[in-house]
C-alpha cells in the first residue's frame, strides 16, 4: 500500500483536477476529496477506464460535491465492452445517462494512412447498462 505524501501548501488561486482515477486510489475518497480542496484543487473529474470504473465515477459523483464524473472506455477494454453493449441512444442506468457525467468520450489513435487503431465507439459507452 502507497501511503500519502505530505500534504503541499494550498495552490495561490482555485484550480481544478481535470483528469484523476479516485477508483485507482486506495484512501477513503471523502478524505481525498477534503485534502485536494485543503491543497485548492476545488474540481476534480475522475475518469472511467471501463464500464465498471464509469459507473464507479458516476457513483462519486453522486457522493461528493465537487467531483464530476467522465465516463470513457480506453482502447484496451474495447474487446471487453463490445461484448457486452451494442449502440444507439444511452440507455437508462448506464454511465452515459447519469446527469452527473460530465463528459462521455472515445478514444483512439488514428495513423498516417487514416486507419484507426483501438476504435472506441461512442454507441459502446452511451449502452452501456
Known sequence: MVTAPAQPAPLPRPALDSHT???MIDLPISAVVA????????????????????????????DHDGVYAAVAIHPNETQAVSAEVGTGAPAPGSPAA????EACG????????GSVTYPV?????????
Open 21 to 23: 482515477h479516485l477508483d
Open 35 to 62: 485534502a485536494a480542496r485543503a491543497a485548492g484543487i476545488v474540481r476534480i473529474v475522475t475518469v472511467g477506464t471501463d464500464l465498471e470504473s464509469s459507473r464507479w465515477s458516476a457513483r462519486c459523483a453522486d
Open 106 to 113: 472515445a478514444r483512439g489513435s488514428r495513423r498516417r494512412d
Open 98 to 101: 447519469d446527469e452527473d457525467a
Open 121 to 129: 465507439s461512442l454507441g459502446w459507452i452511451a449502452t452501456a447498462a
